[in-house]
């Protein structure tokens, strides 16, 4: 096992160097009374509050819930103290970059997602900034005071006419309450903190009185306890095991992410107070965080920034592909979102479904040839439906795999003056669920990077809301194992019953071999979407005179475009929106024979080929664009 840094290891240094140092430890509620915090759980008819529920039914205190609380007690105990604050309404007069109150440092600006900053620290060759603030997770349960059967009860309100001292008419109301007197809830809480703000943050919490709603009717009434300690190494809490750069063949492997906690992914955002989430996660994003914490715990060299510039921003920098739900928990098998030439029966969508990629392409090139009338729509031989495209993800064989699981939660911003909900600050949003699990490659592994993976201190974070609870992962990173070879084989063993000699004489393709590519991840092509199958068959096959031509033809094509952007964390900006290849599409390639012998026994072409999986092709790639996938094991017809 890797030894961990040391109080002279340069990530240590680092912190000293700025005051900030790393705390992890929990945030301990005890519920005097009973409790209602909503915004988890779809009420049950006739119920207008439903309280906030674990993946096993039992109460949980959502993370945005503890973070407002604090943050609230935070703002209390400062100007307590002379100390000027901002609060939601109003910024305190000294609060700007380099120079930020208390709450801001720790809870972030107000109505941010993102943590404060110091003043910038020198750190050798330039100067950068520390980031700083506290990642609160959800509030589990940690000890039960009666049955769990018992916890939630209804209780019913009214409202009062206050003129005539009567209930009021249509005022009757229904709430669903955690009845769990003198139970305890435990959150997992870290950071990067000053001494100073660590100690407040700690003294906040024990005047926190009440959490969710209802508190001036006797509900949700705790108690809180808040341990701080500095983390200076341990067991990493992103790996589970030791891993050695030389085990990934040219630094390629494969990455698999596992959600701890739901997951705000973001995504376009539409009209209204409705926040969508992506059902993948982009490279870009899981770069970014890994990226991100590395500079925050420091590279265990002499000279952590000269190896983050190379490890990132150098020719054979580190990348990671666009993640999809993987085909199993625990499974390092790729899945992808469903080609656009894959039909299924909507009956039978997992034994009937088949690709009609080869079969469409040489029907039309047969029809431009010789004249005729395309047949009708495929339907299924068991129930004679039309068969239809697939939606969602499938593994490289065509079954289908599960989308991610999601949640609505509804959020809001709370008054301080008032206590109450802040007007016009209600929103909802799309979380995938925790237990979720990606897969996808990263390149440009190597000893320094998996090092410093190994000695993170605190969670990884990914996506958005990550100081609200969410957005903790833990991730593998397992070698790649490629079948390219036996899955360029299987495909031509396929196609021989539909492409026979004649058939592929009758449509000009005498003595050619077909090769099936689909995009995994969006490609952006540096040419028009029309003609990135030549500008990818001259990469993938070019020509043996040098010319700037291809040995392969594209023989038919399904193509989508979709626009893609994003946010750049390093920049403070969004990325420009631009139209991509999306995922899903697909290039059938004619390929001469003896070009496709050679192919097989060369080990460079094959490297060729492997690159255009793992790396990608194109624009972008460093985003996570590009990754490609040959010759699915899609089934070819329909089984009798």
């Known amino acids: 096992m890797p030894r961990h840094p040391g109080n002279n290891s340069p990530a240590q240094r680092q912190a000293r160097s700025s005051g900030v140092e790393f705390y992890s430890g929990e945030l301990h509620i005890t519920l005097a009374h009973s409790m209602l915090v909503g915004g988890r759980a779809d009420p049950p008819p006739f119920v207008d509050?439903?309280?906030?529920?674990?993946?096993?039914?039992?109460?949980?205190?959502?993370?945005?819930t503890l973070r407002g609380a604090l943050r609230e007690a935070l703002g209390r105990l400062s100007?307590?103290?002379?100390?000027?604050?901002?609060?939601?309404f109003q910024s305190a007069p000294g609060c700007a970059p380099g120079s930020l109150c208390p709450v801001c440092r720790i809870f972030g600006s107000s109505g941010a997602d993102r943590p404060g900053l110091l003043e910038p620290i020198s750190t050798g060759h330039h100067r950068k900034a520390r980031s700083t603030g506290l990642a609160i997770d959800d509030g589990i349960p940690g000890s039960w005071a009666g049955a769990a059967a018992d916890i939630f009860n209804l209780r019913h309100g009214v409202g009062m006419d206050r003129r005539r001292g009567?209930?009021?008419?249509?005022?009757?109301?229904?709430?669903?309450?955690?009845e769990a007197p003198g139970s305890l809830f435990v959150a997992r809480v870290e950071g990067w903190l000053l001494p100073r703000d660590a100690q407040l943050v700690s003294q906040a919490a024990r005047l926190v009185e009440a959490i969710g709603n209802s508190q001036s009717r006797g509900i949700g009434w705790v108690s809180m306890v808040l341990d701080l300690s500095k983390e200076t190494g341990g067991k990493s809490a992103v790996l589970d095991r030791k891993y050695r750069a030389g085990r990934f063949k040219d630094g390629r492997a494969l990455l698999h992410?596992?959600?701890?906690?739901?997951?705000?992914?973001?995504g376009t955002p539409l009209d209204g107070n409705h926040r969508h989430t992506l059902l993948s996660v982009p490279g870009s994003s899981m770069r970014g965080a890994m990226g991100w914490a590395l500079a925050d715990s420091g590279l265990p060299v002499a000279h952590p920034d000269a190896e983050m510039a190379r490890l990132f921003n150098e020719p054979g920098a580190f990348t990671v592909s666009d993640l999809h739900p993987a085909v199993g928990n625990g499974s390092a098998e790729l899945a992808m979102p469903?080609?656009?030439?894959?039909?299924?029966?909507?009956?039978h969508r997992d034994t009937i479904f088949f690709d009609t990629m080869l079969r469409d392409a040489l029907g039309i090139r047969m029809m431009e040839r010789h004249g005729g009338k395309p047949t009708g729509p495929p339907r299924c031989p068991a129930c004679h439906r039309l068969l239809k495209p697939i939606s969602g993800f499938v593994d490289p064989s065509g079954g289908p795999v599960p989308s991610p699981g999601l949640r609505l939660v509804t959020r809001l911003a709370r008054n301080p003056r008032t206590g109450s909900a802040a007007a016009g600050m209600l929103h909802a949003r799309e979380q995938i669920v925790a237990g979720t699990?990606?897969?996808?490659?990263?390149?440009?592994?190597?000893?320094?990077?998996?090092?410093?993976?190994?000695?993170?201190r605190g969670s990884l974070r990914l996506g958005g809301l990550r100081r609200r609870g969410l957005g903790r992962v833990k991730i593998q990173i397992l070698q790649e194992r490629s079948m390219?070879?036996?899955r360029l084989k299987s495909y031509q063993r396929k196609t021989a019953a539909l492409a026979t000699p004649q058939i592929l004489a009758a449509v000009g393709l005498s003595g050619q071999v077909l090769l099936h590519v689909v995009a995994r991840t969006d490609v952006n092509a540096p040419v028009p979407s029309g003609q990135a199958g030549e500008w990818m068959a001259r990469h993938l096959f070019p020509s043996t005179g040098g010319q700037d031509v291809s040995s392969a033809t594209v023989v038919g094509t399904r193509l989508r475009t979709v626009p893609r952007s994003g946010w750049n964390d390093a920049s403070g900006r969004i990325r420009p929106l631009q139209e991509v290849i999306a995922a899903g599409s697909g290039w059938l390639l004619a390929l001469p024979r003896d070009c496709f012998d050679a192919l097989l026994n060369d080990p460079d072409a094959l490297r060729r080929l492997q690159d255009a999986e793992s790396v990608g092709l194109g624009n972008d790639t460093q985003l996570g664009m590009g990754r490609l996938h040959f010759c699915p094991d899609f089934p070819l017809e329909v089984p009798k």
């Open 49 to 64: 509050a439903a309280s906030a529920r674990a993946a096993d039914g039992r109460p949980v205190i959502p993370g945005s």
């Open 79 to 88: 100007l307590h103290r002379g100390l000027e604050v901002c609060t939601p």
């Open 166 to 178: 009567v209930a009021a008419d249509g005022r009757l109301y229904v709430r669903e309450v955690a």
């Open 257 to 266: 992410v596992e959600a701890e906690t739901d997951l705000s992914l973001g």
């Open 338 to 347: 469903a080609p656009r030439s894959l039909l299924a029966c909507p009956m």
């Open 437 to 456: 699990c990606f897969t996808g490659t990263v390149s440009g592994l190597d000893k320094v990077l998996l090092e410093g993976l190994w000695r993170l």
């Open 484 to 486: 390219l070879r036996q």
